[in-house]
DNA sequence: TCAAATTACTATATGGTGGTAGTATATTAA
DNA sequence: TTAATATACTACCACCATATAGTAATTTGA
């Protein structure tokens, strides 16, 4: 589907942290635990905290933990956060004015599906992607 | 949906031509039509002859002519020859083993979307681009 | 035959995403 | 108070997609 890996990463880690009885999670941690690079997981929580999806906690045991209930942070909002929902609600020929009234030849047929993807990103929240029966995060 | 740029061009390009009249295209008429950068056009029309959608002609009145049957080009296709169509049939968190049976915490609600998506895209031809009232290509 | 029109090829530049390195800052247990 | 453990910040690097420039090769009308 081609989320960016920024995006990949950032799912990756809300879901391991949504998945674990833990409340607060170094970096350190998850470097080690989810096998994503040190300093680029460091920038990217930090980005998170500043979206206010986790807040950081600093100092001798610091780490991060959930800044709200995971049932108010929807998909959508942590890809508009890391790199923005617009390329996933545009035309898929990229023609900036294609729309229902002015569509371009594929918009008949693509802007159900479109519409059902944007509709899962924007509905789901990363509460949902506890599972006991899962074993990738 | 974030196709690559050189995907939408690729589409607009092809869509351009079956929606026209005339039968051959000098890369000169579509950059000056579609607003594509003249060298960057050039080498994908180079690219989209390799693949065997179009042929072209060389020396005086030259240009590209469709090579086949445009019913027989599917968007799939073109996708996968310019950028490959791996992204968009791979896990939307990025993980190489996720499957059916190995699923990740979104596999569940995600795969009939993307199976959607991929039957879209694999089933739609260049000829169904053909419309009588689209303005854009 | 030759000049014009055209595509093909090769090399280079640019911009953005992903990734790395080093330093500064904050907190707390001892 | 201080040393250890954390996060935050800033600068830089690498790779790939996109874009540009210049030259070579091919065809054909006159």
């Given amino acids: 589907m081609r989320l960016s890996k920024t995006s990949e990463y950032a799912l ?3 879901s391991f942290m949504i998945n674990s009885d833990m409340q607060v999670f170094s970096a350190k941690y998850l470097i080690d635990t989810l096998n994503v690079p040190d300093k680029y997981l460091r920038r990217l929580m930090t980005d998170l905290s500043k979206n206010g999806f986790i807040k950081s906690l600093k100092g001798r ?3 991060y933990i959930f800044a709200k209930n995971a049932n108010t942070i929807h998909i959508s909002q942590v890809i508009d956060a890391v790199e923005g929902m617009d390329r996933y609600e545009g035309c898929i020929m990229g023609f900036g004015d294609c729309s229902d009234s002015n569509p371009c030849s594929l918009h008949e047929n693509y802007a159900p599906i479109k519409e059902q993807l944007i509709h899962f990103l924007s509905t789901t929240t990363i509460s949902e992607l506890k599972s006991t ?3 990738k995060f």
């Fill in 12 to 14: 990756r880690i809300l």
């Fill in 61 to 63: 045991d610091g780490g």
């Fill in 133 to 135: 029966n899962v074993l």
